[in-house]
T-cell receptor, first 116, second 114 residues
């Protein structure tokens, strides 16, 4: 079906606001990843889900960042009390493999978050 | 995962082959070489990957040296739409209980010039 869909495409938040970013992975994809990309840098890993289980959250920069995937499909990345340093593009990616590792990921176009 | 080294930028004339190098001198025997590209305002796009042998698909060719310490991504006939940042990533493969995330560096900014 369609590729990975992310919404909103752009988000402007005032410092201190909470934001929620949504990711719709490719239907049937088991694995889901969130990445953060600062301007001029490569994407940096945040967290990984296998179905509804969050197996790796080692990249989340602080406890203000929280991700969930309750039914093993759509995922939400929530950032509480946003700070200016949170301004970045947040990318979601999915892959069909679960236990068997693969490096072939399908990325969405990202949500560009600007914190003023 | 092993670290990779890529030139920060390259130019290529439209219609010519673009050869993008990558050094990965500390690569382990079970690590694959992956290439992704990121066109402006889009998410990264998978191009190709390989372990030891050279690989080719509809997008590109991947040439891996015999000692596996370096590789080259070849776009045989570059077009303006190939202008993007190209990332070379090495990543462990095989069967694991987890899923090792891709670790991106800064990549090579390829500019295809008319």
């Amino acid at each position: 079906g369609a590729g990975v869909s992310q919404s909103p495409r752009y988000k402007v938040a005032k410092r201190g606001q909470d934001v929620a970013l949504r990711c719709d992975p490719i239907s049937g994809h088991v694995s889901l990843f969130w990445y953060q990309q600062a301007l001029g840098q490569g994407p940096e890993f945040l967290t990984y889900f296998q179905n509804e289980a969050q197996l790796d959250k080692s990249g989340l920069p602080s406890d203000r960042f929280f991700a969930e995937r309750p039914e093993g499909s759509v995922s939400t990345l929530k950032i509480q009390r946003t700070q200016q340093e949170d301004s970045a593009v947040y990318l979601c990616a999915s892959s069909s493999s679960g236990r068997q590792t693969t490096g072939k990921l399908f990325f969405g176009s990202g949500t560009q978050l600007s914190v003023l | 995962d092993a670290k990779t080294t890529q030139p920060p930028s390259m130019d290529c004339a439209e219609g010519r082959a673009a050869n993008l190098p990558c050094n990965h001198s500390t690569i382990s025997g079970n690590e694959y070489v992956y290439w992704y590209r990121q066109i402006h305002s889009q998410g990264p796009q998978y191009i190709i990957h390989g372990l030891k042998n050279n690989e080719t698909n509809e997008m590109a060719s991947l040439i891996i040296t015999e000692d596996r310490k370096s590789s080259t991504l070849i776009l045989p006939h570059a077009t303006l739409r190939d202008t993007a940042v190209y990332y070379c990533i090495v990543r462990v493969g095989g069967s694991y209980s987890g899923n090792t995330p891709l670790v991106f560096g800064k990549g090579t900014r390829l500019s295809v010039i008319a």
